[in-house]
């Protein structure tokens, strides 16, 4: 078993550092939020007074962070935790930023001999909770190896997508498409209401067609058509608005980075940003179906 430490206890890093502590390793966590490092604590991890101090002993670091911005100044800003991190650890950031800062940070991290993959993951919280998690690694294989032995304790599908930068890329990626099916199977089932249909009954002829995706069949974005997914729950849990609408920018950004074509995608970021300007910001990203809504807007 390792010795870990894991910044940053979202919605999503907490979760995954519980699964580690259930797997047997020892789990040092650091979050701003005093309430998020006692719910992981409760399960056994241990904290610290610092970032710092919670990383100088440790084997893996993992870290799950809001933006590229943060995770530059953990890592690398005054005082940061390039300085306290010995060498021959291994860092794992699992945030979801742009491929550029993250070959920034590993490149000058390996310059201190501490070794960095990034490590963007998908499946929502409930794959966070359930250990289901896909992680996309970008980084030597070497690390990617040696980092399997902590991330198959919160994952269950590991992917290798090449070098530093790489498991970001593959992230929005994987992240655009989400959004164009969602957007599409929200569309198409509205316009099946309209014109009198049966939402659990469209979507089973759908689910059983051409039309069969992810979306339709597993995260149903109309409300009372499946259990258990944020759709039947006011749309809450699950993947928020702000946090895809976010994924789309650094898609249309890596986009611009390769001169690449992406009018889906970029429609798909400007229906998600008008989505979230309304006020649906903290909702689940299948509440977009509302904004298909013909009755609502009569």
């Not at 998690?133 to 970008?138: A, E, I, N, P, R």
């Not at 890329?169 to 309209?194: D, P, R």
């Not at 990203?285 to 904004?291: D, G, M, V």
Request: glycine share 12%; charged share 15%; hydrophobic share 40%.
């Amino acid at each position: 078993m390792a010795n870990v430490a894991f910044i940053g206890l979202g919605n999503m890093g907490g979760p995954m550092a519980v699964n580690l502590v259930k797997a047997g390793h020892q789990v040092c966590v650091y979050d701003l939020s005093a309430q998020a490092v006692i719910d992981v604590v409760e399960h056994g991890a241990s904290t610290a007074v610092s970032a710092q101090e919670c990383v100088k002993d440790a084997e893996f670091i993992i870290s799950m962070l809001p933006a590229g911005k943060h995770v530059a100044s953990v890592y690398l800003g005054e005082n940061g935790l390039i300085n306290h991190i010995q060498a021959g650890s291994l860092v794992i950031d699992s945030s979801t930023i742009d491929a550029q800062t993250s070959i920034v940070v590993g490149s000058t991290l390996k310059e201190q001999g501490i070794e960095f993959i990034d490590a963007p993951v998908s499946g929502g919280v409930g794959g966070a909770t359930a250990g289901t998690l896909s992680f996309m690694v970008g980084g030597s294989v070497e690390n990617f190896n040696r980092a399997k032995s902590v991330l198959d304790n919160m994952g269950k599908n590991i992917f290798h997508a090449g070098e530093h930068g790489a498991g970001q890329v593959a992230k929005v990626c994987n992240n655009m498409l989400l959004s164009v099916l969602m957007a599409g199977t929200a569309e198409a089932l509205q316009l099946g209401i309209a014109n009198g249909l049966d939402p659990k009954v469209l979507s089973n002829i759908m689910s059983k067609s051409s039309g069969s995706n992810w979306t339709l069949d597993v995260y149903n974005p109309c409300p009372d058509v499946m259990e258990n997914v944020p759709s039947s729950n006011d749309y809450q849990g699950g993947f928020m608005v702000d946090l895809m609408a976010k994924d789309l920018g650094l898609a249309m950004d890596t986009a611009v980075t390769s001169q690449s074509s992406t009018p889906m995608g970029s429609l798909a970021r400007s229906l998600y940003a008008m989505h979230a300007s309304a006020g649906n910001g903290g909702k689940d990203f299948s509440s977009i179906f509302n904004l298909f809504n013909k009755e609502s807007k009569e």
